[in-house]
Nanobody
Framework: VQLVESGGGLVQSGGSLRLFCQAS????????MNWVRQAPGKGLEWVSS????????TYADSMKGRFTISRDNAKKMVYLQMNSLKPEDTAVYYC???????????????????WGQGTQVTVSV
């Protein structure tokens, strides 16, 4: 089973990035998909989730209005459009799959069924 993230990079404050997550080898359309991030020296922080068919999305308060999650089940892809980026958004962003619902208070990777390797997002001042 694989989740492979891409699209991270270095961007100036106020800029935008689009993250991609390619899934393979599991029944993608049956899972909630989540984005979770981890800043240097900090714990996991839930960012956003999308339900199985993409009809429902949720966001952490600090991301509302700036980030947009979406998915394409035919391509087994999930996306995170990030606008108005701030230095505090700097983190490794992970794509994670969860069955039956979204985990909005992650304590560890083990709470998710599948977890990617992460992509680094750095926002400069």
């Amino acid at each position: 089973v694989q989740l492979v993230e891409s699209g991270g990079g270095l961007v100036q404050s106020g800029g935008s990035l689009r993250l991609f997550c390619q899934a393979s080898e599991f029944a993608f359309s049956m899972y909630y998909m989540n984005w979770v991030r981890q800043a240097p020296g900090k714990g996991l922080e839930w960012v956003s989730s999308i339900n199985e068919d993409g009809s429902s999305t949720t966001y952490a308060d600090s991301m509302k209005g700036r980030f947009t999650i979406s998915r394409d089940n035919a391509k087994k892809m999930v996306y995170l459009q990030m606008n108005s980026l701030k230095p505090e958004d700097t983190a490794v962003y992970y794509c994670a799959a969860s069955f039956g619902g979204a985990f909005t208070n992650p304590q560890s990777q083990a709470q998710y069924n599948y977890w990617g390797q992460g992509t680094q997002v750095t926002v400069s001042v």
